[in-house]
């Protein structure tokens, strides 16, 4: 089955404690991408990857990091959150054939 | 720069009304189309999408979308909702030949049964 998975799916933490959530797809798709979303902004592009070893800046990505060892895994990096960075986070894998955008689960991170 | 308008921010309907939810994109070139929906709790899923040919598309649930070259449109409709159909609604769009999606800031649709 197809899937895009998000780990953790839930998340607490305090400013400048350094997390990472984690994220792998199974469809050996090149395209990846991390959004987060927030009410009444919808989606905003955090980082994007082409490749493995290539990524680059999407609309949001002040205080993030990513990267891209494997093809499969992408993690989301937050050297020192911040309560503005309190969202819901999702992963995402494109079919580049289909154009389409395979989503995971969601990450719900709250910094406090 | 792209972007992607949703006019309606939450529309409420009772079961077996009928929907349509805008969304207008500008973009001077070739653009491909997305409806995705995100019901309470989930991830964002894909409604339908247009590439190219027959602007009327239809996609999952009974969902249909018109693809209005010269309003930049890309309207959502369904003849009759249901509860089920109760979620939160994005558009999206991407130029032609990228991967950069823009997506709009989302429709919330309640149905009342």
């Known amino acids: 089955e197809a899937q895009v998975t998000q780990n953790p799916r839930y998340l607490i933490t305090v400013t400048g404690k350094k997390l990472t959530v984690t994220c792998s797809q199974n469809m050996n798709h090149e395209y990846m991408s991390w959004y987060r979303q927030d009410p009444g902004l919808g989606l905003r592009q955090i980082y994007y990857s082409m490749n493995v070893e290539v990524t680059d800046k999407g609309d949001v990505p002040e205080g993030y990091k990513v990267s891209r060892k494997e093809k499969r895994n992408f993690p989301l990096i937050l050297e020192s959150p911040s309560p503005n960075q309190t969202s819901l986070y999702f992963c995402?894998?494109?079919?580049?054939?289909?154009?389409?955008?395979?989503f995971g689960e969601g990450s719900w991170l709250t910094v406090v | 720069a792209q972007s992607v308008s949703q006019h309606n921010h939450h529309v409420i309907l009772s079961e077996a009304a009928s929907l349509e939810l805008g969304c207008n994109y500008s973009y001077g070139g070739t653009v491909n189309l997305f409806w995705y929906v995100q019901y309470p709790g989930q991830h964002l899923q894909l409604l339908l999408k247009y590439f190219s040919g027959d602007p009327l598309v239809k996609g999952i649930k009974g969902f249909e979308a018109e693809f209005i070259k010269s309003k930049f449109s890309f309207n959502l409709r369904k003849p009759s909702v249901q509860w089920s159909d109760t979620a939160e609604y994005f558009c999206a769009v991407n130029a032609g030949g990228t991967y950069k999606y823009i997506f709009g800031t989302g429709t919330r649709l309640k149905v009342l049964a």
């Open positions: 995402a894998s494109i079919d580049s054939g289909e154009n389409t955008i395979y």
